[in-house]
């Protein structure tokens, strides 16, 4: 616990309690990282499976149980001023973070025929634009020497075709040459990056149907769950993980595309 003292982690697109947003924030304040998280239900209502506008709040109150700090924000990621506007914010309420959770993504079902521009677009200022700047602006204030970390959450486009998802697996796509340059960019900072690939996970989105569809595809019988890849994060941020950086790693249980 003294390694971890007063280390402070940002987990973006927290809205949902059976999100992976809200499993990595709950992996990490078990371990004992205070915890700064963002949301936006504005885009969740949006989706099929909806949301309860409270659930940020019950997480919060949730998180604070386990005794560290906790603080979070409605932030709209597409805003250009986004990145400055956290990382103030997160500098003010509980000290310069050690810690970037890139969680937050944007997604919709389109295909070559059907995408537009505006759609791309959509992608593209959260997926890419956000997630570069949000690292970014981290890593000009991080001073800390060592002991930093980003985390982006990819994919695995790299695995196998995404029929139906053009525009997310292309957005998805840079995320991945991100992490790859970004590494050798911030390793002289003390900042390691990488990026996790969780495969189908059980957020709540997945029908009766899907989840007969998937089931068989993974060797241990069952489907991917959010604390599946809160707990391999857990691990990456780590001081043990200090030497691990540029990777692309696919913690997704032997999912056979």
């Known amino acids: 616990m003294n390694q971890l003292k007063d280390k402070i982690a940002i987990i973006t697109g927290v809205s949902r309690l059976k999100g992976i947003g809200a499993a990595i924030c709950k992996e990490l304040a078990e371990t004992g990282y205070h915890i700064f998280f963002t949301y936006w239900t504005e885009y969740d209502k949006k989706m099929p499976w909806s949301i309860d506008l409270e659930e940020p709040i019950k997480l919060k109150e949730e998180l604070l149980k386990t005794g ?64 570069t700047l949000l690292s970014s602006k981290f890593a000009q204030g991080f001073n800390k020497k060592s002991g930093g970390r980003i ?44 990026a996790v690939n969780p495969g189908p996970t059980d957020t709540g989105w997945m029908t009766q149907e899907i989840k007969s569809q998937l089931k068989p595809l993974f060797p241990f019988g069952r489907i991917g769950e959010p604390r599946d890849v809160a707990k391999i994060i857990k691990f990456i941020v780590s001081e043990e993980a200090d030497w691990i950086t540029g990777q692309i790693i696919h913690s997704e249980g032997g999912f056979k595309r």
Do not use: W
Request: hydrophobic share 40%; charged share 15%; glycine share 6%.
């Open 68 to 131: 560290v700090k906790v603080s979070c924000m409605e932030l709209d990621l597409t805003q250009p001023n986004a990145a400055e506007q956290l990382i103030n914010r997160v500098s003010v309420q509980l000290g310069y973070p050690d810690i970037l959770i890139n969680n937050a993504a944007y997604s919709t079902n389109n295909d070559f025929s059907t995408i537009t521009a505006e759609e791309l677009d959509k992608h593209y200022l959260v997926n890419v634009r956000a997630t």
């Open 151 to 194: 985390v982006n959450l990819t994919s695995g486009q790299f695995q196998g075709p995404m029929p139906g998802e053009l525009a997310y697996a292309t957005t998805k796509g840079a995320v991945d040459a991100l992490t790859i340059t970004l590494s050798a960019e911030l390793a002289p900072l003390g900042i390691t990056v990488n």
